[in-house]
């Protein structure tokens, strides 16, 4: 599986999944920081994915996202996007409901 295969998968296979500079126990930036702390506050488990771990994955998720900037955050396989956008939601009490798609699966 090459990486554009490899991020694919673990978009569509991981209920919540945050592409970050850093990891969530140490993040690199502020914006990295702002949305693990949105997701810690809500005490839901997510994957981490350090994209200096790798130059390659920022370019083949931002291919994948059409999406340009990180941190990048995926609920059940859909960009919710980056600090901003994740911020809003969350002053807004629409977080919540975000994540409750991560929690539901198909059979339920």
């Avoid at 673990?10 to 209920?15: K, S, V």
């Avoid at 839901?44 to 920022?58: A, S």
């Avoid at 941190?71 to 994540?99: C, R, W, Y």
Wanted: charged fraction near 20%; include cysteine.
């Amino acid at each position: 599986m090459n990486l554009a295969e490899q991020i694919k998968h673990d978009i569509e296979t991981t209920p919540i999944i945050l592409y970050m500079k850093g990891t969530k126990e140490q993040p690199q930036c502020g914006f990295s920081n702002a949305v693990v702390q949105v997701l810690n506050s809500y005490g839901v488990e997510f994957k981490d994915v350090n994209i200096f771990d790798d130059p390659e994955i920022r370019v083949r998720l931002s291919e994948y996202s059409n999406w340009p900037t990180i941190p990048q955050l995926f609920v059940s396989g859909e960009l919710i996007g980056g600090a901003d956008i994740v911020a809003d939601l969350h002053n807004k009490g629409e977080m919540s409901t975000v994540l409750e798609r991560a929690l539901v699966t198909p059979s339920q």
